[in-house]
T-cell receptor
């Protein structure tokens, strides 16, 4: 595998379910991100990790819980979601958190539908 | 606060025609500017970036963008588009810290 991978690619869950999204980066990067992409809205930054430490929790509801066990893996644990949480969830990584000239590398996303 | 405005939500264009996707930003400090492309069912990938130096930046797939500081713009252009260029394009800006501010996206639809 190369780049940034995400599993599952599609997820349908009920409002009372618990599920997890997984992201893995094979680039040796130090920073990882979770974004939410909804139709006709800009990307919303949810969480940022640098060297496995969370540096940003962007007013995200507690029903979303991130976990970064090492610099290559990032999880998003989901529980008691709402229908408005249906969206594409994108994981990204970058070489360094603060260097301005480094771009982000994105995974293909998980399309989440909450029923 | 920094912001990015993509002036067109959708741009339909015929194959082999030129295209320009517009992006304006607001910032009181120096900026680093990016264009990303998102093909259907995929994540975003970098097309090009402006960090400093020449204001005309060339990227992948024949795209280029011009940084205009006085007009705070970073428009993306391609002289002749292909069907395969159909995608969503995002302009983004970084000014400091770790946040990248993305625009709402422009959907380019190339017609045969």
């Amino acid at each position: 595998e190369t780049g940034v991978t995400q599993t599952p690619r599609h997820l349908v869950m009920g409002m009372t379910n618990k599920k997890s999204l997984k992201c893995e980066q094979h680039l040796g990067h130090n920073a990882m991100y979770w974004y939410k992409q909804s139709a006709k809205k800009p990307l919303e930054l949810m969480f940022v990790y640098s060297l496995e430490e969370r540096v940003e929790n962007n007013s995200v509801p507690s029903r979303f819980s991130p976990e970064c066990p090492n610099s290559s893996h990032l999880f998003l644990h989901l529980h008691t979601l709402q229908p408005e949480d249906s969206a594409l969830y994108l994981c990204a990584s970058s070489q360094d958190l603060l260097a301005l000239d480094y771009e982000q590398y994105f995974g293909p996303g998980t399309r989440l539908t909450v029923t | 606060a920094q912001s990015v405005t993509q002036l067109d939500s959708q741009v339909p264009v015929f194959e082999e025609a030129p295209v320009e996707l517009r992006c304006n930003y607001s910032s009181s400090v120096s900026v680093y500017l990016f264009w990303y492309v998102q093909y259907p069912n995929q994540g975003l990938q970098l097309l090009l970036k402006y960090l400093s130096g020449s204001t005309l930046v060339k990227g992948i797939n024949g795209f280029e963008a011009e940084f205009n500081k006085s007009q705070t713009s970073f428009h993306l252009r391609k002289p002749s588009v292909h069907i395969s260029d159909t995608a969503e394009y995002f302009c983004a800006v970084k000014t400091g810290g770790f946040k990248t501010i993305f625009g709402a996206g422009t959907r380019l639809f190339v017609k045969a």
